[in-house]
């Protein structure tokens, strides 16, 4: 095997040829993780100091990659994975599935040799399933690290039926009850129309109306937007992320005028809820953003996606409309 650490973005242009096509192979093979999601990330924070480590086999084969950088922060210097943490949901190493336990155990081999280079290591967002909670911890400590393994956060997820009656009938029967009554309500008191952004309207025009609609939805999120960058990284994901057929941008329109919107995602058989946005005042009580959820979620079982994953975080509506925990880690060692 072959061991390389890149330090410099142009990294990114070497790789790109290879990158997805190893991600489609891996078991980590999720939006965050793609070459689009890493590149584009790095090119709008640059959070630190690139520290990607590549391994190919000896016939030059690409078999594995650990998108790291270096943060420093209050003079401490901490090994992260790109897309940590606000923006982004799981992310991993990249191993071939024929080489997941050598190229894991390498990659801490490297960790180990540029020890000097940083004070710690904080990687987060690891999924429940992933490999590398087993094989990169256990080889870290074979190599004097004190390693932890923590909670990070739950991942809502509802594994989807054939069709719309067999998903409600896995709700309880009070929710079951509310999603008919909140549809029937928005759709018997006022105009109610629905559509998925596509080639037929102005992409420019549907991300600003997006945009003002998250903004609108809650003061927090207005503020996330004011940092220039997270307003950039939205502008550049979402055309990004439409030219190859990922995004799933929707509106609710209520009387001719877009309440409610959901920024998702459509990658690997799964739908992705990564953002929102609503007009609270004008439409609570038509509960639009519940119904535009609902159209959504029939929308991913017509469309035979196997999982309808919420991302991270614990709020309640995920449950009501029938999620249930995964799970996300951090792995740290020093």
């Known amino acids: 095997m072959k061991l390389s650490v890149y330090r410099d973005s ?37 959070a630190g100091e690139l520290f990607i480590v590549t391994c190919r ?33 799981y992310v991993d190493i990249i191993a071939h599935p024929d080489h997941v336990s050598e190229v894991g155990a390498l990659f801490a081999g490297v960790l180990a040799e540029h020890r000097l280079s940083y004070d710690r290591i904080n990687l987060c967002n690891i999924p429940e399933a992933s490999p590398t909670l087993k094989i990169l911890p256990e080889r870290l400590k074979e190599l004097g690290f004190n390693v932890e393994v923590v909670f990070q956060e739950v991942c809502p997820v509802i594994n989807l039926p054939t069709d719309w009656e067999s998903y409600l009938g896995m709700l309880d029967k009070k929710q079951r009850h509310e999603v008919r009554r909140k549809v029937r309500k928005a759709e018997s008191e006022a105009e109610v129309g629905w559509y998925i952004v596509d080639s037929t309207h102005n992409l420019d025009e549907e991300i600003t109306r997006f945009l003002s609609l998250m903004r609108a939805s809650h003061p927090e999120k207005a503020l996330f937007l ?13 055309p990004m992320t439409f030219q190859c057929g990922w995004l799933k941008l929707s509106f609710l329109v209520i009387n001719g005028v877009p309440s409610a919107t959901y920024f998702d995602f459509d990658y690997n058989n799964r739908a992705l809820v990564y953002n929102s946005g609503l007009l609270p005042d004008e439409t609570g009580n038509l509960s639009a953003g519940i119904v535009l959820l609902a159209y959504n979620i029939r929308h991913a079982i017509e469309s035979h996606k196997t999982v309808f994953d919420f991302l991270r975080g614990n709020e309640i509506y995920k449950y009501r409309m029938g999620g249930h925990d995964t799970t996300v880690y951090k792995l740290k060692a020093q």
């Open 226 to 238: 004011d940092n220039p960058k997270n307003l950039a990284f939205f502008q550049r994901l979402a």
């Open 57 to 89: 086999t000896d016939d030059g084969q690409l078999v594995g990659i650990a998108s790291w950088f270096i943060e420093v922060k209050d003079g401490e210097r901490v090994v992260r994975t790109i897309g940590c943490v606000d923006v982004t949901d």
């Open 10 to 46: 142009s990294v990114f242009e070497e790789l790109k040829a290879e990158w997805n096509e190893l991600l489609h192979h891996s078991t980590s093979d999720v939006i965050f993780c793609t070459w689009e999601w890493q590149s584009t990330w790095w090119d709008v924070y640059r």
